[in-house]
């Protein structure tokens, strides 16, 4: 199915929730339009917080690079919304495999936006939903690369952590400085440190609000590779053209194993993959696959 097609399929269904969702209309109108127009020309929209491209030789990996220089990247209601739109008219997008997600050389993005949160309420925290949206990058089906140079600070080191794989610049500084301003990580700080570096990591970033070195992230599992800092995009655009050649919808149940591994007992886990495992032989792409390293030559997977 053409990306044409695939998009014009949901433009029904996000129709249907904006015209069923007033207090959110306008956002989702917003991304209806962008939606239609995406269909129609195949373009990425202007954002106002983020630039979206697709990038690598084949043109099949989606670059969103954080724009909001002047703070830092902090992560406004609006680049939030902008970062979220971007994502999903990639995931939908079948000519793309995997999406990078970057900020700048200073920073990939020093938290959640201080001055927007610092007058809210717990009751309009509850009423609003406060950071629900950000819940929408870790949906994503693709596997999503956080390539991290400069500040990725509390909700900035949150946002690298729900993308799939880290790659750290080496001057990138990571931390959850929460603490420092009354308030603890509310992004799934404390969960995510947690699961990938264990108890006595979590609790000394998250108490101290201390920052660390990305080859201190490397050490402790955070990120899986550490590069200079000026070749960090290109590395891990690479690194998104490898897993961009795979068959997707193998990669996508690839994904949602290891993702599993983070929701479940281990006993739950090895069954459920082993399920996925059986599900990639009702697929073409395990014949190709198999058949093609027989053959010895290059599989061509077709997404079926
Ligand atoms: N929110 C809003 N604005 C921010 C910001 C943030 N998180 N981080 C930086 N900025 C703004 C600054 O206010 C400043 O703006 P003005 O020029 O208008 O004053 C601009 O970005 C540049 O920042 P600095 O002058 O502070 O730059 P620096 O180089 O001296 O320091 C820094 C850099 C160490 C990253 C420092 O800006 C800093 O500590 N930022 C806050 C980090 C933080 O506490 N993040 C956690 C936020 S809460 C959160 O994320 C909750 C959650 O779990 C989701």
């Known amino acids: ?37 995406y269909s129609s020309t195949g373009e990425l929209p202007k954002y106002e917080f983020v630039e979206a491209s697709r990038v690598g030789e084949k043109s099949n990996v989606g670059l969103i690079r954080l724009n909001r220089p002047k703070a830092l990247n902090a992560l ?7 970062l979220t739109d971007a994502v999903a008219l990639l995931d939908k997008d079948q000519s793309v495999g995997a999406i ?6 200073k920073a990939f993005a020093a938290g959640a936006d201080i001055k927007e949160m610092k007058d809210k309420t717990f009751a309009s925290n ?12 870790s949906a994503c089906k693709k596997p999503i690369i956080a390539a991290v140079n400069g500040y990725c600070l509390g ?5 690298a952590m729900m993308c799939d794989i880290i790659y750290a610049g080496d001057k990138a500084k990571f931390g959850q400085p929460e603490i420092s301003i009354g308030t ?4 799934g700080g404390t969960q995510r440190i947690a699961r990938s570096c264990g108890k006595s990591k979590a609790m000394e970033i998250c108490l101290t609000g201390n920052q660390f070195t990305a080859q201190d992230a490397e050490k402790m599992g955070l990120v899986s590779k550490v590069i200079p800092a000026d070749q960090l ?3 891990s655009i690479k690194l998104g053209e490898r897993i961009a050649s795979m068959s997707p919808i193998i990669v996508s149940l690839c994904k949602e194993s290891v993702n599993r591994a983070f929701e479940t007992t281990l006993a739950e886990g090895l069954h459920y993959e082993k399920r996925m495992f059986f599900a990639t032989f009702a697929t073409k792409d395990q014949k190709e696959g198999m058949t093609a390293f027989v053959e010895k030559r290059s599989p061509n997977f077709t997404n079926s």
């Open 1 to 37: 199915m053409s990306v044409i097609m695939a998009l014009s399929l949901n433009i029904c269904r996000l129709g249907a929730s904006a015209l069923s969702a007033p207090l959110k209309g306008i956002t989702r109108s917003r991304h209806f339009a962008q939606v239609i127009r």
């Open 76 to 82: 406004c209601n609006a680049l939030v919304k902008d």
């Open 100 to 105: 990078v997600i970057t900020g700048s050389e």
């Open 126 to 137: 509850i009423i609003e939903g406060l950071l629900e949206d950000w819940n929408k990058i």
């Open 155 to 159: 909700g900035g080191c949150e946002l």
């Open 233 to 235: 995009v290109a590395e």
């Open 184 to 187: 603890i990580p509310g992004a």
